[in-house]
């Protein structure tokens, strides 16, 4: 089992660029893929990008590809998740997820997750 601690949110403008991270502790990091989800009010939670165990692979939803870059560094036990050309659409609390490899590629469903971090706070101003 992982512990995800997000960090880096905040307020913004609309174009302006922000980078949330994602710290895990406990065993094996290497082996998650890891996600991250955002929840705007009233909205469900939903898929924003994906990174496999290896960082090679990586998977983004419509709405932000193009715009948001997923990464990690595993010798430093953090997932990044950078976000250019900001939009007012994308306020929303962001989380970040752990996902065992058998749960397959790439981790679309929330319910997969072995474990969530507490969210980071993302508002973008018109």
């Known amino acids: 089992q992982v512990q995800l601690v997000e960090s880096g949110g905040g307020l913004v403008q609309a174009g302006d660029s922000l980078t949330v991270s994602c710290a895990v502790s406990g065993r094996s990091f290497s082996m998650y893929s890891m996600g991250w989800f955002r929840q705007a009010p009233g909205k469900e939670r939903e898929f924003v990008a994906a990174?496999?165990?290896?960082?090679?692979?990586?998977y983004y939803a419509d709405s932000v590809k193009g715009r948001f870059t997923i990464s990690r560094d595993n010798a430093k036990n953090t997932v990044y998740l950078q976000m250019d050309f900001l939009k007012p659409e994308d306020t929303a609390i962001f989380y970040c997820?752990?996902?065992?490899?058998?749960?397959?590629?790439?981790?679309?469903?929330?319910?997969?997750?072995?474990?969530w971090g507490q969210g980071t706070q993302v508002t973008v101003s018109s």
């Open positions: 990174i496999s165990w290896t960082g090679l692979r990586t």
């Open positions: 997820a752990a996902f065992a490899a058998h749960k397959g590629w790439p981790p679309l469903d929330p319910t997969d997750a072995a474990s």
